[in-house]
């Protein structure tokens, strides 16, 4: 089966900056890919690139299998895609835009109309057809941004901050809107509000300083989630030189009124073990409890902490 999308050993330069250093990835049908990274990163330059505004200075993209260098036009055909700011003209109707869109697309007239309906049913518009876009609220014109990317039926979406301004009942609708939209085709999701990503997403990467430092499923990053610190407290005072001695622990900081936290190996679990030394010992077992951490917190960590050019697979 070929990819949607796949992006072998991309470079770009900017003078003698390497913003994009030896980025590849592919993207399958049914797959949502939220792609991360901070201000500077590359992101925008690799969105751009795989969109073919802004030619590579080295490497390949194929989109549903056609190369977007040799064959622009042709592979152009199996994108869609909603920048950050929709691409609307306000002075039309729904329907008048999105008939400009087909047409724009390539879609002879006679489906033209067909085409439109169907974006605006999947994209919930089918109420609005003959309003005025400007009188739309902020969440009616997201989705008209959506549907203009749909309309031709591309293999790929690729959508940048697509709920940015909208409040939170808009955010819920578009983020049910991309899901459905990741059942027949891939999309990549370009954001930076973490929590969109485990919503929306069953796949993420975080790209950092040019190179993509994450890459990973949805659920192996939740694993990661998991706590690598454990919370403590007993009745009396414990020995913590016992608790240092269980297999896995790293270190162990007293927060006070007999109450621990101990950071152990992230593939080491030593809850079971702590437990029957604070019961054997007869401390008294008050509370253990595994610390998550955030996707903030491992952004952060990744981001700050990753060795340029080293990936870890999630």
């Known amino acids: 089966m070929t990819s949607l999308i796949q992006v072998q050993e991309l470079y770009r330069y900017y003078g003698d900056h390497c913003a ?49 260098l040799d064959q622009p036009r042709e592979a152009k055909r199996e994108l869609g895609y909603l920048p950050e700011i929709p691409p609307v003209y306000r002075d039309l109707t729904v329907d008048e835009y999105l008939e400009f869109c087909a047409r724009l697309h390539g879609i002879h007239r006679d489906r033209s109309r067909r085409a439109v309906d169907t974006a605006k049913e999947r994209c919930g518009l089918t109420e609005v057809g003959p309003r005025l876009i400007n009188n739309l609220s902020k969440g009616y014109q997201q989705r008209v941004g959506i549907a203009q990317a749909i309309v031709h039926m591309p293999a790929v979406i690729v959508l940048d901050e697509p709920t940015v301004g909208l409040d939170p009942i808009q955010i819920r609708e578009i983020r049910e809107l991309i899901r459905e939209l990741g059942r027949e085709h891939g999309v990549i999701l370009s954001t930076h509000i973490l929590p969109e990503v485990q919503e929306s997403c069953t796949h993420v990467q975080i790209i950092h300083k040019g190179r993509l430092v994450l890459n990973g499923t949805i659920a192996s990053l939740e694993q990661r989630m998991r706590a690598s610190s454990l919370v403590v407290a007993t009745c009396e005072p414990a020995d913590v030189r016992q608790l240092y001695s269980v297999e896995g622990v790293q270190s162990i900081e007293e927060t006070g009124h007999n109450r621990y936290r101990i950071f152990h190996d992230k593939d080491k679990d030593p809850a079971v073990r702590i437990a029957e030394i604070v019961v054997g010992a007869g401390w008294g077992l008050a509370e253990l409890v595994p610390e998550r951490r955030s996707m903030e917190q491992i952004f952060i960590d990744i981001t700050q902490t990753s060795p340029q050019g080293e990936e870890q697979t999630a």
Do not use: H, R
């Open 20 to 68: 994009v250093n030896n980025v590849s990835f592919t993207l399958e049908k049914g797959e949502i890919l939220g792609f991360l990274g901070p201000n500077g990163a590359g992101k925008s330059s690799t969105m751009q690139m795989i969109c073919g505004n802004l030619a590579p200075t080295s490497g390949q993209i194929l989109i549903n299998g056609i190369d977007i």
